[in-house]
Every structure is written in C-alpha cells, then in structure tokens.
C-alpha cells in the first residue's frame, strides 16, 4: 500500500511563471485535501475535492490558482502568474471519507516546496 | 480568534524521559475531532494520534497519548520514552462537525512545537 505521493518534490521558478503540482492519492481514498504551509507556521487548508467534485474552496485560493481531479484519483494544482508570496509548500492529504463515525484521518504526502525568485 | 493554540514554540527533553506538548482548542461544534502530527525534516506531515469529542478514555497509540480534558478545551500530546528519532515539529489539528459534516473535514492547524530530543 503505497501513501500519497507528490511531484515535483521541489520547484524553482521565476515569477511571473506559471506551476503545476501533482499529487497521487492513497488508491481507495475518496477524499482529497491540498493545504499550504510556509516557513514556521502550520498547514492552511486551500481547496477539497470529494472523488472528482471540487466542493470546498479557501479565501486563500486566489483566481491564479486552480485545481482539477479530473478522474476522482490523482489531482493537480496549477498557480498562474506565480508571486514572490507563493513560495510555500504545497501540502496534499487524502482519507477515506464516510457519513457516520468515521475518524476520516488524513494521510499526508511529503509537499512540494515551491520557490518563487 | 485562533482555533487552535500551541504556546510552545520549542521543547526540550531528555531521551528516554516523558514529554507533554500543550494545545488548546476553541470551538462551539459539539462535534469535532482532534489530531496530532509530526513533522520531521523532511517535511512529510505523519499521522499520530486522534481524539473525537464524544469518546470518553484519552487516545493511546504506543508511546502516545492524548490528555483530553473536555471542559478546558485542552489536547495535550504525551509521548513517553522520548527517543532521538521523536526530534520533529509537532502539530495539533482540529476538524470540526462530523466526519461527514459540512466542513467536509478540513484541519484547523496550530502553529506547532519543536521537540528536540538530547541524548
């Protein structure tokens, strides 16, 4: 049983450029959780995806971000016109998500640290 | 106001000693359910230990317990045996409602500890 998985690890980019993140959830996970963390501080919950359903997005998610699942499995977020203030790391987390009783844990990838010169 | 509180930017214990880490939460939801993970260096968030708000014994999961004391609104991680692979950043989360409530889920983090463990 494989965990979540993320690519790129690390992302160097300009500013001004355009990024795109991947991440491979745990296979049966239905639910799936993108979170930004920057330097010293705890993850903040960006977006929330239920299979392929986008259902949930955070004031933190500018019109420059966007992200897809397209097939209800892996997911990618894209962030446009990159700023100096993205540099951060883009955290993913999938769980099993049920109605009633579930503890509904979040199982986390390793991120993707973006660096925006 | 912050949901979640950790007022202790930095711990150090001694190894083979026992550690308490202190988070506090705020919340109306009678509800929620609350987590703790690490974070070692290489950046990757690992699942501890959960609480929810109705189950009545403290959380136990190894060398891991939750001190849950309800009615202080306090969560506090106590990894005993402390061992020099426990050196990591420590976070305390909350979801608030029902796994399938209408937060769908989503953790409220704190700021999170620094555990140092000396030999």
């Known amino acids: 049983d494989t965990g979540v998985s993320q690519d790129p690890r690390h992302k160097i980019t300009k500013r001004g450029q355009n990024v795109t993140f991947r991440c491979d959830p745990i296979s049966e996970h239905n639910r799936l959780y993108w979170y930004r963390q920057t330097l010293g501080q705890g993850p903040e919950f960006l977006t929330y995806?239920?299979?392929?359903?986008?259902?949930?997005k955070s004031r933190l998610l500018s019109d420059r971000f966007s992200a897809e699942r397209p097939k209800g499995s892996f997911s990618t977020l894209e962030i446009q016109r990159t700023e100096q203030g993205d540099s951060a790391m883009y955290l993913c987390a999938s769980s099993l998500g049920q109605l009633y009783g579930a503890k509904n844990i979040q199982y986390f990838g390793a991120g993707t640290r973006l660096s925006v010169l | 106001a912050q949901k979640i509180t950790q007022t202790q930017p930095g711990m150090f214990v001694q190894e083979k000693e026992a550690v308490t880490l202190d988070c506090t939460y705020d919340t109306s939801d009678p509800s929620y359910g609350l987590f703790w993970y690490k974070q070692p260096s290489s950046g990757e968030m690992i699942f501890l230990i959960y609480q929810g708000s109705y189950d009545q014994q403290n959380a136990t999961e190894g060398r891991y317990s939750l001190n849950f004391q309800k009615a202080r609104k306090s969560a506090n991680l106590v990894i005993s045996a402390s061992q020099l692979g426990d050196s990591a950043m420590y976070f305390c989360?909350?979801?608030?409602?029902?796994?399938?409530?209408?937060?769908?889920?989503?953790?409220?983090f704190g700021q999170g500890t620094i555990l140092t463990v000396h030999p």
């Open positions: 989360a909350m979801r608030e409602g029902g796994a399938g409530g209408t937060s769908y889920g989503k953790l409220t």
């Open positions: 995806f239920q299979n392929e359903a986008q259902l949930e």
